[in-house]
């Protein structure tokens, strides 16, 4: 089977930094993605890695480790509108044309 | 750039009756386009992927007499919802990759179906 494990729900504050787990445990792996989604809308593309380490993309890092099936997202000096939906995906195989199969997703909230 | 259309954005409809819904990219070639289902709350389910010109994978579980696609040109998918039910009301999204990066996924913004 396949299946990643991320947190449900995290809380913080305006500034501060949070960081997002996932641990996966799929047949194949390809690499580990993270989206973003807003209450009724469409996720959008966050990151990407498929070798171990981390990525920097502006307030949002991610990292991944393979040997430990484990990657997280990194966001720093959290704004208002970063309340929303945080999704890992892993790509199982990417002869398959980049399947992603989605955890269930953290729902982030920023307080003032 | 990578811009991806759906259409409709919601549609309600009469249990029986079936609903086709577009996806569209706008600005690109897209090789491979998939189709997820998404419940309150809940994260994305892989449905099928289509790749042009021919037929499309479908998931465990996912019925493809019910759920009919077509993957005719490299810009334009459609999924089919036929004999409506209920059940099958949820937030149906298209994705697609472009020719030789499947590294990252553009989401359509989405199709909110309600079932009467």
Known sequence: GQSLEQPSEVTAVEGAIVQINCTYQTSGFYGLSWYQQHDGGAPTFLSYNALDGLEETGRFSSFLSRSDSYGYLLLQELQMKDSASYFCAVMGDGNQGGKLIFGQGTELSVKP | ?116
């Open chain 2, 1 to 116: 750039g990578a811009v991806v259309s759906q259409h409709p954005s919601w549609v309600i409809c009469k249990s029986g009756t079936s609903v086709k819904i577009e996806c569209r990219s706008l600005d690109f070639q897209a090789t491979t386009m998939f189709w997820y289902r998404q419940f309150p709350k809940q994260s994305l389910m892989l449905m099928a992927t289509s790749n042009e010109g021919s037929k499309a994978t479908y998931e465990q579980g996912v019925e493809k007499d019910k759920f009919l696609i077509n993957h005719a040109s490299l810009t334009l998918s459609t999924l089919t919802v036929t004999s409506a039910h209920p059940e099958d009301s949820s937030f149906y999204i298209c994705s697609a990759t472009g020719t030789g990066n499947y590294n990252e996924q553009f989401f359509g913004p989405g199709t909110r179906l309600t079932v009467l």
